[in-house]
């Protein structure tokens, strides 16, 4: 089973950073003992925190679309439901 999650981010790398080492560091052993597949996607509304290559360097595995104008939260979110 895979399991997409899709963060929005703007300007919050500190808890972007957080958020990422929670989802990975989580248990993701099933009931039944198979494991669950993350399907993990960041978009990025123009941070100018330094969140993108924050991800980019220590997270490689994450989708990452980077917006250059913030778009908004449902924007975003649909932005990476369409390719999850």
Known sequence: ??????????????????????????????ADGSELELDVWVVDNDSVDGSVEMVRRDF??????????????AKANNMALARA
């Open 1 to 30: 089973m895979t399991l997409s999650v899709i963060i929005v981010n703007y300007n919050v790398k500190y808890f972007l950073k957080q958020c990422l080492a929670s989802v990975y560091g989580s248990e993701r052993r099933l």
């Open 60 to 73: 490689p595995q994450v989708h990452v679309i980077e917006n250059h104008e913030n778009v908004g939260f």
